[in-house]
């Protein structure tokens, strides 16, 4: 499989933005079971036990000048899945990333794309294929700027009308 966004977002230069569409991604994931049997809280004080590789990335790319921003957009109310999502997303802002939440409802007049995807620079488009499961099948990288353009341009529509972060309270 290509590599994962670390190694683009270790090269850009002005932007990384990243669009998430999906209610339910591969649930073994190590961290999300150990959230879902209650074992693991992310807050700023043990930033010993989750800081990892992509945080790493994350903080030198915005040290250096990189916008990180991320938006997902999500069924309501929350999915498992997207509500630990949620509770990890602290982790990703601690790292210096911007996210916001925008729940479905709210993007039915927006043109969403039906795949996740990064942009890096207004010109690398790295695409994510999934499985029904939420397994990631394939990463495709994508060098056009019609396209590049295309993603950027429905980032943008969805970050305008999403709410930060900070501000988002899912609906229960």
């Excluded at 002005?14 to 569409?21: D, G, N, T």
């Excluded at 010109?123 to 993603?151: I, K, N, Q, S």
Aim: with cysteine; glycine share 4%; proline share 5%.
């Amino acid at each position: 499989m290509r590599p994962p966004a670390r190694e683009p977002l270790s090269q850009a230069r002005r932007s990384a933005i990243h669009l998430e569409v999906r209610d339910h991604y591969h649930s073994e994931d190590p961290d999300f079971l150990a959230w879902r049997e209650g074992r693991r809280q992310f807050t700023r004080d043990n930033r010993a036990e989750w800081w990892e590789g992509w945080h790493d990335a994350v903080h030198a790319a915005v040290s250096r000048g990189v916008a990180v921003r991320r938006a997902r957009v999500v069924s309501e109310p929350l999915t498992e899945y997207v509500r630990w999502e949620y509770d990890y997303a602290a982790t990703n802002v601690a790292a210096g990333e911007q996210v916001r939440w925008l729940p479905r409802r709210r993007a039915k007049d927006l043109a969403v794309p039906a795949v996740d995807f990064w942009v890096f620079d207004a010109e690398l488009v790295l695409f994510h294929h999934f499985g029904g499961d939420g397994t990631l099948m394939e990463r495709e990288y994508v060098t056009d700027a019609a396209l590049a353009a295309w993603c950027t341009d429905a980032f943008d529509a969805i970050w305008e009308r999403a709410t930060p972060h900070e501000e988002y309270r899912p609906v229960q």
